[in-house]
């Protein structure tokens, strides 16, 4: 009699080992996460590792779709277990990220948003060249504080000149307010979503592990790739200068000069 050996995906195995797994209790779960979860050990509820590798194929394909139309993937991790992975992530593909505080209307209301930036930019420019100097002791420790509170906030998206093209978000249930803008805006948000997340509002939801570093640093690094890969296989833009045809500009002259007469 043949075995029926269960086999599993290479993705699985690896969602597994990096912890992705593990759910909260059953109290801490939200309903729209009930039918991702596969069983209880131990009072902790796990994740059907199945259903979180259909789910990361879907988000990576948004991303890679994302990539392609050359706009920019916005990375938000404030919670302490993501920062570092979200910083290195950001740093190394060039991507705008968001890892202290949201602040409301980053996107919304975005054109202050970018005047913050471009004061960020120039007192920085300022003190780089060394114009503060005419200004009294105290009145340089100001700007001094001034460009480290804008640092704090704003230093991730100095690159981003318009509003990004999509989401990535560790931890929804952390970052309600990026998630209501960018419904709002309608952008397509794909989320790291642990078991006491809503996902009814998140476009791509990967139900697993959202409070494990390397959970979150496998999850993250694949989105990011996939997003580098489509970036990578879009078209070249060409500009294309624009000529006017000798008759177009034969015939214009003309009418000036029947106009003038």
């Known amino acids: 009699m043949p075995e029926t050996k269960e086999v599993k995906s290479k993705v699985v195995e690896e969602l597994f080992e990096a912890g992705a797994h593990i759910a909260y209790t059953r109290s801490r779960r939200h309903p729209s996460q009930k039918g991702n979860i596969f069983g209880v050990k131990n009072k902790t509820e796990i994740f059907d590792l199945e259903k979180t590798e259909v789910a990361l194929k879907k988000a990576e394909d948004a991303a890679r779709t994302m990539g392609k139309s050359r706009g920019q993937l916005l990375i938000v991790g404030t919670k302490f277990e993501a920062r570092a992975t979200v910083l290195a992530l950001a740093k190394s593909s060039g991507l705008p990220c968001v890892t202290e505080r949201w602040i409301g209307g980053t996107m919304t209301n975005f054109g202050e948003i970018k005047k913050r ?75 790291l979503a642990g078991s006491d997340c809503d996902i009814k509002n998140v476009t791509y939801p990967i139900p697993a592990n959202d409070s494990s570093r390397t959970s979150i640093g496998y999850v993250a690094k694949r989105i990011v790739k996939a997003y580098s890969e489509g970036l990578a296989s879009a078209p070249e833009l060409v500009i294309k200068p624009v000529v006017a045809h000798k008759e177009e500009t034969l015939a214009s002259s003309t009418s000036i000069l029947g106009s003038a007469e």
């Open 117 to 191: 930036i471009a004061r960020l930019e120039d007192l920085t420019t300022r003190r780089e060249k060394k114009q503060l100097g005419m200004y009294t002791k105290k009145e340089r420790l100001g700007f001094d504080k001034e460009i480290d509170k804008l640092n704090r906030f704003f230093a991730g998206i100095v690159n981003m000149k318009a509003l990004p093209v999509g989401l990535f978000i560790i931890d929804p249930r952390e970052e309600t307010t990026a998630v209501d803008e960018a419904k709002q805006l309608h952008i397509p948000v794909i989320a």
